[in-house]
């Protein structure tokens, strides 16, 4: 490659839930632009790299990111405009070394991110491939089965429902565009079983639904019947259910606000083979909390063999966080999110890490997101099974899905 990186100019963008993001514009000495949004979560794992804000309170109630908008205009810049890179890793390597730190706190992930995911646009666009070629070379060929939240609880809805999120998963279906059309009809279905029920039909930060049900169980009796009406089986379309149970860490137990039980790892082990034994679910993420190690082992003895079982505040995108989780033994799979770890490079060197250690890769959206697609190439460029991008409904979800459609009729 001969072109490189001339320039970035930073941005204080707005994102889903209404708060300030960094954005970013590269551009090539050849000219070529790349662009990048960078998301943001609401339930993240505390060993997550940091995202920087102003706390300045009387701006955006203390949400503002100038600070990481000015360090991309200036320390950042400085060094790209200084020194020739050409390639996306040195670029991260650098800006790596530039922060210094291990969780990225002084420049800020959302700065880092931001220029690293730009970069890698313009660079692919110079290149004249379409990013998931140039993420993946030629190998990248498959296009991964959505997850799509469709009805939340937890930290994510004002009901009694304990787990955080309800996503269904048309795996038994050919096609990523008939897997949407799926998705579409059931998200529907589910919206008027709800109606009928005279409950909410109002969405949580990912667009599932948040209705007032009752129970866990509840929830899955209302997405089977969801499928059922739509005209799938559960062969066709499985479950996958978030849990975010670090939001339940208690003393060390479980408290599970909603259903007023209180578990151990072991109780909340029956608790979902009790669940897994009755509804068609094929994953369950973060089963037990982020430090819960000797928890981690009990699941995944009992239930690696049944269903997936996902590793996101657990291993947050970290190659070290998933290396000890790999020598223990614990979890089959992991979530992958860019801002969790903060640049293209390092998230590709833990996503090849999983696949060499039989670790199944779920690329993830964040809560507060963009129209931003770049997770939708990423998936693609390393020929992940799965993308969760939550519902099939509201622009920041399905950019990733569409840009998803539009691959497939390429590939
Ligand atoms: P977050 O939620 O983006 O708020 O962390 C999504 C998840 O837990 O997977
Ligand atoms: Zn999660």
């Given at each position: 490659m001969t072109d490189y990186i001339k320039e970035v100019k930073g941005f204080q963008l707005i994102d889903s839930r209404g708060n300030p993001t960094v954005g970013c514009f590269a551009i090539t000495d050849g000219g070529y632009k790349g662009f990048a949004i960078v998301p943001s979560g609401a339930s993240t794992g505390v060993h997550e790299a940091v995202e920087l804000r102003d706390?300045?309170?009387?701006?955006?109630l203390g949400k503002s990111v100038n600070m990481a908008v000015d360090n991309i205009n200036t320390e950042i810049n400085d060094v790209l405009k200084k020194e020739k890179f050409f390639c996306i890793n040195e670029i991260d390597r650098r800006l790596i070394e530039l922060d210094g730190t291990e969780n990225k706190c002084r420049l800020g992930a959302n700065a880092v991110l931001a220029v690293s995911l730009s970069c890698a646009k313009a660079l692919s666009n110079s290149a004249k491939q379409p990013l998931y070629r140039f993420i993946?070379?030629?190998?990248?060929t498959s296009v991964p089965v959505p997850m799509m939240n469709i009805l939340n609880g937890g930290a994510h809805a004002n009901n009694n429902i304990d787990i955080q999120e309800f996503m269904i998963v048309p795996?038994?279906?050919?096609?990523f565009k008939r897997q949407m059309q799926a998705g579409c009809e059931i998200y529907h279905s589910l919206g008027k079983i709800l109606k009928d029920k005279g409950l909410s039909c109002g969405v949580g930060d990912e667009g599932g639904f948040a209705p007032n049900l009752q129970s866990d169980e509840a929830a899955l009796e209302c997405i089977c019947e969801a499928i059922s009406v739509s005209g799938y089986d559960t062969k066709q379309v499985g479950i996958a259910l978030d849990v975010a149970s670090s939001e339940w860490v208690k003393d060390g137990k479980y408290v599970m606000k909603k259903s007023g039980k209180t578990l151990d790892a072991a109780g909340l082990c029956d608790y979902y083979e009790r669940l897994i034994g009755k509804y068609p679910i094929i994953s369950i993420e973060?089963?037990?909390?982020?430090?819960d190690f000797d928890g981690w082992k009990i699941l995944t003895e009992r239930m690696s063999d049944k269903i997936r079982l996902v590793g996101d505040d657990l291993f947050v995108t970290n190659t070290k966080r998933l290396k000890q989780g790999i020598e223990r033994k614990i979890a089959n799979s992991i979530l992958i999110k860019?801002?969790?770890?903060?640049?293209l490079s390092e998230t590709l060197d833990v996503m090849q890490l999983a696949v060499a250690n039989r670790y199944e890769n779920i690329v993830s959206h964040r809560s507060g997101e963009s129209e931003d697609s770049f997770i939708a190439d990423l998936a693609v460029g390393t020929n992940a099974p799965f993308i969760k991008?939550?519902?099939?409904?509201?622009s920041d979800r399905v950019a990733k899905y569409n840009r998803l459609l539009i691959i497939e009729s390429e590939l």
């Open positions: 706390n300045d309170k009387t701006c955006f993946g070379g030629e190998n990248a795996h038994g279906i050919e096609t973060d089963g037990v909390g982020e430090d860019l801002n969790q770890i903060g640049t991008s939550g519902a099939p409904a509201r």
